[in-house]
């Protein structure tokens, strides 16, 4: 199986940019989705951004369209998630996933089997 740990979760300022890492260890890293999820208290778990493992596809959802990117290196088995022009609306938990098959949406928490534990980003005005 897969673990995933997430890091660099911080109190920021609206406006700033700040960059979420996610390191993966076991097997079965490479060849699958991987993608973003957050989640605020009293809130289901939104996708936030995924990517395929063959080419170069990537999702991301409309409230973080042309400020968030991400990345994975997967020789480094790690997962990135770039996110500028930060808003106190994108102050969540933010989660790393990986699938274990290719067939399902990657925008849809279910299509996952391993999860992190979660970094807390905060943003204030």
């Known amino acids: 199986q897969v673990q995933l740990v997430e890091s660099g979760g911080r109190l920021v300022q609206a406006g700033a940019s700040l960059r979420l890492s996610c390191a993966a260890s076991?097997?079965?890293?490479?060849?699958?989705?991987m993608a973003w999820f957050r989640r605020n208290p009293g809130k289901e778990r939104e996708f936030v951004a995924g990517?395929?493992?063959?080419?170069?596809?990537?999702e991301y959802a409309d409230s973080v369209k042309g400020r968030f990117t991400i990345s994975r290196d997967n020789a480094e088995s790690r997962l990135y998630l770039q996110m500028n022009s930060l808003k106190p609306e994108d102050t969540a938990v933010y989660y790393c996933?990986?699938?274990?098959?290719?067939?399902?949406?990657?925008?849809?928490?279910?299509?996952?089997?391993?999860w992190g534990q979660g970094t807390q980003v905060t943003v204030f005005s």
């Open positions: 076991g097997r079965s890293f490479t060849g699958y989705p």
């Open positions: 990517m395929q493992y063959l080419g170069d596809y990537k």
């Open positions: 996933a990986a699938a274990r098959v290719t067939e399902l949406p990657i925008n849809i928490s279910s299509t996952y089997a391993y």
